[in-house]
């Protein structure tokens, strides 16, 4: 409650209310807001063994040793991490991530080597580079694919690619041929240029799959020298078909001389006939085969 209070005036006592006093606001500690996530590409300040970072740059730029040079290495390692699987990401999955390290390290120290402190440029925006044009030069000396190669099929992509967004339709040989600016002969010569044969890993992965393993190419590869069950089916139905209704003999010659690409000969010798015996029956079985055929083409 406010209190009042009196006074007196020339025409009385007048009662006043004393002003009320706003109540003082709470005070709330102010609470530290938490640090930001640092990058991927974020370097501290401060070298692993916490001298700072231009210090050890000044050290090393007054009196360059091996020792100085590795404290660097170690501290921007973490720009070949990042640049080598940025770089990952975009090749075939038989290439290792730890073989692009092994070439962005060599990029890290010619980077070290060569910076001028003296310049004010950022380190880690100049080795970037230096780090990404190491890993590329050892990927061009992997490629066992000219890079003439490369360019012409960089070119023939681009301008069927240019030609079909045109369009809306695939692009025939003419055109690509017209588009280029070149003969025939010239475009054939880049057509076999830029389709060499390519070398891939067997273990690389085919296709992504619910479960848990992996198809990969050794899974889907065509065995060409492995029957198809389908034909080998075929084979035994007709091989079946042929010999049912013939004698032992008769069977046996069709098997050896068919199926087993035995001659006359050997057949002879297998069944202790003669050559010509064997002959007159296989002569036999074959007309009667052709009789049995033709009566079935009849009834179909």
Known sequence: MPKNEAFKTSGGTAMAEAPVKAPEPSVVPAVPSPPATSSRRAIPETTADGRPVLEVWISYRDEPSEETRNVLVEHYLKLVRYTAERLH?????EVD????MSSGLFGLIDAINAFDLDRGVKFSTYCTQRIRGAIFDEL???DWVPRLVRSRTAKVDRARKSLEMTS???ATEQEVTE???VSQDEFEKIRRDSRPVSMVSLNRKWYETDSSRDITEIDVVRDRR???PVSQL???DLKYLLTRGLSRAERLIVILYYYEEMTMKEIGVTLDLSESRVSQMHSSILARLKAQMQHRTKEA
């Open 226 to 228: 492995q029957e198809s």
């Open 168 to 170: 809306g339709r695939k």
């Open 97 to 100: 991530v730890e073989d692009l």
């Open 140 to 142: 061009r000396a992997m």
């Open 89 to 93: 990401s975009r090749l075939p999955s």
């Open 179 to 181: 588009h280029l600016n």
């Open 234 to 236: 075929q084979r035994e």
